[in-house]
């Protein structure tokens, strides 16, 4: 069994009244487990944008303009290099123009750092945004 360690935190009172405010209407029962929740949100967050190594899993998602020429042949040609990390992908429609796409990827983070930054570097991509974790 794990050990658990007790810690204090301080927070400013109109932080810790939202924070308090959001956990109850997600339904946690207490503090404690929001609390490792943000934080192991955060960690994984800093862990890769300061470039940790290892395998990793997560989901690219990906807004972008099906209107501006070319576009879709790219992101799929990129998609198709990537094949040995992308394990799913979901594509729904959002309006005449904007289409999102759900990327689920497991593999070397490294390889799906590149991944994300070739996808959003396309033009007629409005927002990558990358949500993994260390496996």
Same mark, same amino acid.
């Given at each position: 069994?794990?050990?658990?360690? =007790? ?16 956990? !109850? ?10 609390? #490792?929740? *943000?934080? !192991? ?8 944008? %300061?470039?940790? !190594?290892? +395998? #990793? ?8 303009? @099906?209107?501006? =020429? ?9 998609? @198709? %290099?990537?094949? %040995?990390?992308?394990?799913? +992908?979901?594509?729904? %429609?959002?309006?005449? !123009? ?5 990327? *689920?990827?497991?593999?070397? *983070? ?26």
């Amino acid at each position: 069994m794990t050990k658990i360690v =007790r810690v204090g935190v301080t927070f400013p009172p109109d932080l810790l009244k939202d924070f308090d405010e959001i956990i !109850r209407k997600m339904g946690y029962e207490n503090r404690s487990k929001a609390v #490792q929740d *943000a934080v !192991r949100m955060f960690v994984s967050e800093k862990k890769w944008l %300061h470039g940790e !190594r290892g +395998t #990793q899993a997560g989901v690219l998602m990906l807004l972008y303009d @099906h209107d501006v =020429r070319g576009l879709e042949s790219a992101l799929t040609d990129v998609q @198709h %290099h990537y094949a %040995h990390i992308i394990f799913s +992908t979901m594509h729904t %429609h959002l309006s005449e !123009r904007d289409c999102l796409e759900a990327i *689920a990827v497991k593999g070397d *983070a490294a390889e799906i750092r590149k991944l994300s930054d070739e996808l959003a570097a396309k033009r007629g991509v409005k927002m990558l945004k990358t949500m993994v974790v260390s496996v």
